[in-house]
T-cell receptor, first 115, second 113 residues
Framework: DAGVIQSPRHEVTEMGQEVTLRCKPI?????LFWYRQTMMRGLELLIY????????DSGMPEDRFSAKMPNASFSTLKIQPSEPRDSAVYFC?????????????FGEGSWLTVV | KQEVTQIPAALSVPEGENLVLNCSFT??????LQWFRQDPGKGLTSLLL?????REQTSGRLNASLDKSSGRSTLYIAASQPGDSATYLC????????????FGSGTRLSIRP
């Protein structure tokens, strides 16, 4: 399997623009997580889905952030409008819930810079 | 609310030494605990996963232990090498296999040749 695939890998955008980050989880996995990592705050869970349904979005910082998972093989994280403080690395991760183990696998991240 | 803490934030040791990284968590009702490695500019790579019913897991020079009642886990690295230099993060999954995963802030490890 190719692992968790994220795009874009790097994005630089101007304040106020819309940003859409994309994620393809590992085939067969039924849990998907979006994390944000910064030097100051470390790795923060933004939202996670089970079977395409959002379970906990309490980590989404504000209404400018939204996430969708229209099917088992695709998810998006959207920021609109973007602000400089949104600059961070955004990770998508997936796992299979329901069996012992259920290791979580991470993508390589989307490096976002808002100027 | 679960909180995961890793101390120290940074550690530097000479090559060849054995070392221990620490992780503590406030809520003992965990499903499992996982240790990750992160290299600069990269994603996270899973090293070891310990189920709540287990006491330890081993992989090569790595050994992870779990004491759920005291809310602690350790990652033991034997005969450290410069290639072990990275940030090590622990993460706990709450309650069930479908629950969220909370990360510690990591320990940045540097192995001096």
């Amino acid at each position: 399997d190719a692992g968790v695939i994220q795009s874009p890998r790097h994005e630089v955008t101007e304040m106020g623009q819309e940003v859409t980050l994309r994620c393809k989880p590992i085939s067969g996995h039924n849990s998907l997580f979006w994390y944000r990592q910064t030097m100051m705050r470390g790795l923060e869970l933004l939202i996670y889905f089970n079977n395409n349904v959002p379970i906990d979005d309490s980590g989404m910082p504000e209404d400018r952030f939204s996430a969708k998972m229209p099917n088992a093989s695709f998810s998006t994280l959207k920021i609109q409008p973007s602000e400089p403080r949104d600059s961070a690395v955004y990770f998508c991760a997936s796992s299979f819930a329901g069996v012992s183990g259920n290791t979580i696998y991470f993508g390589e991240g989307s490096w976002l810079t808002v100027v | 609310k679960q909180e995961v803490t890793q101390i120290p934030a940074a550690l530097s040791v000479p090559e060849g030494e054995n070392l221990v990284l620490n992780c503590s968590f406030t809520d003992s009702a965990i499903y499992n605990l996982q240790w990750f490695r992160q290299d600069p500019g990269k994603g996270l790579t899973s090293l070891l996963l310990i189920q709540s019913s287990q006491r330890e897991q081993t992989s090569g020079r790595l050994n992870a232990s779990l004491d759920k009642s005291s809310g602690r886990s350790t990652l033991y690295i034997a005969a450290s090498q410069p290639g072990d230099s990275a940030t090590y993060l622990c993460a706990v999954r709450q309650g069930s296999s479908a629950s969220k995963i909370i990360f510690g802030s990591g320990t940045r490890l540097s192995i001096r040749p």
